[in-house]
């Protein structure tokens, strides 16, 4: 009967070493062993794993983390006031430093991280107007912001992903004075586009305007030169017709002035009938 119970108790004690001897990490987890208190230095991914019964099994979230910081109260250069929210992302890079700094726990790498990034805002908004800060969602990104975001996270056994704003709030007086400046700015833009504009068009206007009196100019000019030489080459023509039949071209000249000159309604002509100009028409009633 002892023999059995003292057998009994052996197979249970080794079951009970066998269990705490055994244990499993899931996808996204570290796992970290102590033994009375104390981080030992190996950290254990997903599996199955052995350890000595005497340690204890501290598991760690080793995915991003992120946490949201609402309202936080703020004053810019020109004395406005403005409540800003922004979040914080890390992860897990070192379990042992992670425990020893923070016992494990996420709030305080939040609350730590969180300190430096309000210290941070504050020197940033401090030192720039309202007008500077609305919209400008990389406020966080400058280098001297991540090396201090970088240096308190290793500290505490993580890596710092990212640090951004995700929201500025202004109080109403505040943000009724914003929305106006933004619209007299636009409007300042509009009437300046317009001008540009009025600008642009009346430069179009002058410049059709000078083409066109360039392009009237040739033509005239080319017309002048055209008809200069028509006219030369009647004159040219006459001269010549002169030269064949002297009296033919003057009988012609003069039954042209006979067209221009007799038999309109209204003409009157004071002549001698003897005089010059009536020769061809004497010479034909004599005939």
Request: proline share 2%; hydrophobic share 45%; charged share 25%.
């Amino acid at each position: 009967m002892y023999t059995r119970l003292s057998i009994s108790l052996a197979v249970a004690l080794i079951a009970v070493l066998l269990w705490r001897s055994l244990f499993m990490v899931d996808q996204g987890t570290v796992a970290l062993l102590t033994r009375f208190g104390q981080p030992q230095s190996a950290q254990y991914g997903p599996g199955a794993h052995v350890k000595s019964p005497f340690d204890s099994v501290r598991r760690f979230d080793n995915r991003v983390i992120t946490h949201v910081f609402p309202g936080e109260g703020l004053l810019s250069q020109d004395q406005k006031s403005l409540n800003v929210d922004f979040y914080v992302k890390w992860r897990l890079s070192d379990a042992t430093r992670y425990l020893q700094a923070t016992g494990g726990d996420e709030d305080v790498v939040a609350a730590r991280l969180a300190d430096v990034v309000r210290e941070r805002l504050k020197s940033l908004v401090a030192a720039a107007p309202l007008a500077a800060i609305i919209g400008n969602a990389q406020l966080l990104s400058g280098a001297a912001s991540l090396e201090a975001l970088r240096s308190q996270a290793a500290a505490l056994g993580v890596e710092f992903v990212d640090a951004q704003l995700q929201r500025i709030d202004l109080p109403d007086d505040v943000a009724n004075a914003v929305y106006q400046r933004m619209q007299q700015n636009l409007v300042a833009q509009a009437q300046q586009l317009r001008d540009q504009g009025s600008a642009q068009a009346d430069k179009i206007r002058d410049d059709a305007e000078h083409k066109r009196a360039q392009i009237l100019a040739d033509a005239t000019r080319e017309a002048q030169r055209v008809r200069g030489e028509a006219d030369a080459n009647a004159a040219l023509a006459y001269a010549r017709a002169y030269g064949v039949n002297a009296e033919f071209a003057a009988f012609y000249r003069s039954l042209e002035a006979y067209k221009h000159t007799l038999g309109r309604e209204g003409d009157i002509l004071v002549l001698s009938p003897e005089g010059e100009f009536f020769k061809y028409l004497h010479s034909a009633s004599g005939r």
